[in-house]
């Protein structure tokens, strides 16, 4: 089992920055592919990044160049730096481990806002 809990949302101004960070608990953390979503008002739930246990990154093309996932084993964490941000990156954030389902999960933090305004 795996449990998450996310820090870091707020509010910002287009063009400015946030760092999203999810503590994790659990043995399993250095083989799961952790993740971000987000999910908008109205909107289906979207992956944002993922970074495999070994550090490989993937990303939405849409935050390609202004988002980073990194992840430290060592510290169960996983944090998503996110820089020149736009109104449309507005959503509640969800760290996400083993979408793969291959040790037990999904899991899921509880989520946390970042609004961007314009």
């Known amino acids: 089992q795996v449990q998450l809990v996310e820090s870091g949302g707020g509010l910002v101004q287009t063009g400015g920055s946030l760092r999203l960070s999810c503590a994790a608990s659990?043995?399993?953390?250095?083989?799961?592919?952790m993740g971000w979503y987000r999910q908008a008002p109205g909107k289906q739930r979207e992956l944002v990044a993922a970074?495999?246990?070994?550090?490989?990154?993937d990303y939405l093309d849409s935050v390609k160049g202004r988002f980073t996932i990194s992840r430290d084993n060592a510290k169960n964490t996983v944090d998503l730096q996110m820089n020149s941000l736009k109104p449309e990156d507005t959503a509640v954030y969800y760290c996400?481990?083993?979408?793969?389902?291959?040790?037990?999960?999904?899991?899921w933090g509880q989520g946390t806002q970042v609004t961007v305004s314009s």
């Open positions: 970074v495999t246990p070994r550090g490989t990154p």
């Open positions: 996400n481990g083993d979408s793969s389902r291959k040790w037990g999960g999904p899991y």
């Open positions: 659990g043995s399993i953390f250095g083989s799961i592919v």
